[in-house]
């Protein structure tokens, strides 16, 4: 379940809500964000389970950010060639990139799917729930080309613990990926951080999910406070700031769609001070 706010310009959502597009005892699949710069998604992936055929998109990037166990990636022209993934890993398949992932273990898997920009997913998922098997069929996605798709090199796979870090006072700042429909930054915070100033932006989405710890959102005039596996996302032109109440630190994944060059200002602002 989402709560909209102001007209649907953001979208709150605590830890199991979402529109479930998949809800059996074994696996779970809910949507998240739907707008056409960006499709949010949430997997719980059982044990063993395969994913989809090795494929390629044409028109957005398709990627992954694990939230818990192991998920195994097939990327690039080499089926063979298998990134297996546990929480914190980031992988994502540009256009032309070969890509499939499955859950080879034996532990149930979390994990974020990103499609930048949307392409049409949501409504895919949608029609492929509601049995619209035709409709579902004439989404961005294709069998792998002759010649194999992109290099492997084309494809983004950032591991644990790894991700350019730029240096700042309180935080910890992580760069995951950074393309022009998607920027991608883990980022943890101390109570003496910030605040960020309610602000907008006119030309993007950007999406909070907590990991660990609480944040507060001012959203509009309204003050929420929210916990682990909670989503904040401000679509364009929604004001919105936050600050970490405290006691502990807290961490989140922060997704930007598309980008409008926030990471390098980060940089900028770093080697100034």
Known sequence: MAVE?????AVLLRPG???????LPEKTLLLLVDHEAL??????????EDGPERH???THTDAFYVLSGEVSFRVGPDESHVVRGTAGTFVAAPTGVVHTFANESSEEATFLNIHA?????????????????????????????????KPLSEAI????????????????????????????I???????????????????????????????????????RVGPGSLVAALPGFRHGFRNPGPGRARFVNI???????????????RRD
């Open 157 to 184: 796979v950032v591991r644990p613990g790894e991700g350019e870090v730029i240096p700042g006072e309180h935080r910890d700042f992580v760069v995951k990926a950074e393309l022009d429909e998607l920027e991608v």
């Open 17 to 23: 809500e979402g529109e479930a597009v998949a809800d």
């Open 256 to 270: 930007h769609a598309p980008s409008d060059g926030f990471i390098e200002r980060v940089r900028r602002d770093a």
């Open 117 to 149: 920009p949307n392409a049409g997913f949501a409504d895919m998922l949608r029609a492929r729930r509601d049995g619209r098997h035709e409709e579902a069929d004439r989404f961005d996605q294709h069998p792998p080309p002759a010649d194999g798709g």
């Open 39 to 48: 499709a949010l998604t949430w997997f719980r992936y059982p044990a063993h």
């Open 5 to 9: 706010l102001d007209v649907g310009q």
């Open 186 to 224: 883990e980022f943890a915070c101390d109570p003496e951080f910030g605040p960020v100033d309610p602000h907008v932006h006119p030309d993007k989405i950007d999406s909070f999910l907590v990991i660990e710890g609480e944040l507060e959102f001012t959203l509009e005039d309204e003050t929420v």
């Open 56 to 58: 390629i998109h044409k």
